[in-house]
């Protein structure tokens, strides 16, 4: 996200500022729900990692990655710090609930506050890169609209990303859970690459047009926003 507008360097640093600030929080915001909802789901099945490392009430910051945390806030696309866990330990099918919780929280939280935009309180427009310089320019009702429309699609965009199936995005542990034992060895050690094609894919999509993240994330993000929003 803040990537889209380092223009305002020269021309308004402290619009910039605001926006680095802002998309650092509701980043912020977005990936300890996805950590902590999987660090929920991970106890309610018997795992006890996630009380025993402080994921369940802990200091947030335990859900962060810093690689994840860093590219979530410039661009929009990131993780946190994975649940510990797999398929073998947990089965295969509270390991899906498990890595499924994340985005199904990303969701839910943005459906949850996207009611007063709904319920017609507050104003919606659909998010895209170049619209976010124009985020706190208005009166404190316009200011409030545009914080809870950040928080709203780093929601929508955390749960949409984590689709992928690369480590540590819950795509990975649902497709490491479902294939059959032979694939699976092959899907794992591939993985070990998975964090840095994450990282090249990212950028690949600032780099070369059209973008590809871009062109087909975000439109799934808008979809659910418009379902989330009535917009």
């Given at each position: 996200m803040i990537i889209s507008s380092t223009s305002l360097i020269s021309d308004a640093f402290d619009t910039l500022l605001r926006l680095w600030v802002l998309c650092a929080l509701a980043s912020a915001f977005a990936v300890v729900v996805n950590g902590w909802c999987q660090a929920v789901a991970a106890t309610l099945f018997g795992d006890p990692a996630p009380r025993a490392q402080g994921r369940l009430f802990g200091n947030p910051v335990r859900h962060f990655d810093p690689v994840g945390s860093i590219l979530s806030t410039m661009t929009g696309f990131g993780w946190g710090r994975a649940v510990p866990g797999n398929a073998t330990r947990q089965g295969r099918w509270p390991s899906v609930a498990i890595a499924a919780a994340g985005p199904v929280g990303n969701i839910t939280v943005a459906f949850l506050l996207a009611a007063p935009i709904k319920a017609g309180w507050l104003s919606w427009s659909n998010p895209s890169p170049d619209s976010l310089v124009l985020v706190m320019t208005g009166g404190l009702q316009s200011g409030i609209s545009d914080v809870v429309g950040l928080l709203v699609v780093y929601n929508l965009l955390m749960?949409?990303?984590?689709?992928?199936?690369?480590?540590?995005?819950?795509?990975?542990?649902?497709?490491?859970?479902?294939?059959?034992?032979?694939?699976?060895?092959?899907?794992?050690?591939?993985?070990r690459f998975a964090p840095l094609l994450l990282v090249v894919l990212v950028s690949a999509s600032y780099v070369l047009p059209p973008g590809l993240l871009w062109s087909t994330i975000l439109p799934a993000a808008q979809w659910l926003g418009g379902l989330a929003t009535g917009y």
């Amino acid at each position: 996200m803040i990537i889209s507008s380092t223009s305002l360097i020269s021309d308004a640093f402290d619009t910039l500022l605001r926006l680095w600030v802002l998309c650092a929080l509701a980043s912020a915001f977005a990936v300890v729900v996805n950590g902590w909802c999987q660090a929920v789901a991970a106890t309610l099945f018997g795992d006890p990692a996630p009380r025993a490392q402080g994921r369940l009430f802990g200091n947030p910051v335990r859900h962060f990655d810093p690689v994840g945390s860093i590219l979530s806030t410039m661009t929009g696309f990131g993780w946190g710090r994975a649940v510990p866990g797999n398929a073998t330990r947990q089965g295969r099918w509270p390991s899906v609930a498990i890595a499924a919780a994340g985005p199904v929280g990303n969701i839910t939280v943005a459906f949850l506050l996207a009611a007063p935009i709904k319920a017609g309180w507050l104003s919606w427009s659909n998010p895209s890169p170049d619209s976010l310089v124009l985020v706190m320019t208005g009166g404190l009702q316009s200011g409030i609209s545009d914080v809870v429309g950040l928080l709203v699609v780093y929601n929508l965009l955390m749960a949409v990303f984590h689709i992928l199936p690369f480590s540590p995005l819950t795509g990975y542990r649902v497709l490491a859970a479902l294939l059959p034992a032979s694939a699976a060895e092959t899907h794992q050690k591939f993985q070990r690459f998975a964090p840095l094609l994450l990282v090249v894919l990212v950028s690949a999509s600032y780099v070369l047009p059209p973008g590809l993240l871009w062109s087909t994330i975000l439109p799934a993000a808008q979809w659910l926003g418009g379902l989330a929003t009535g917009y």
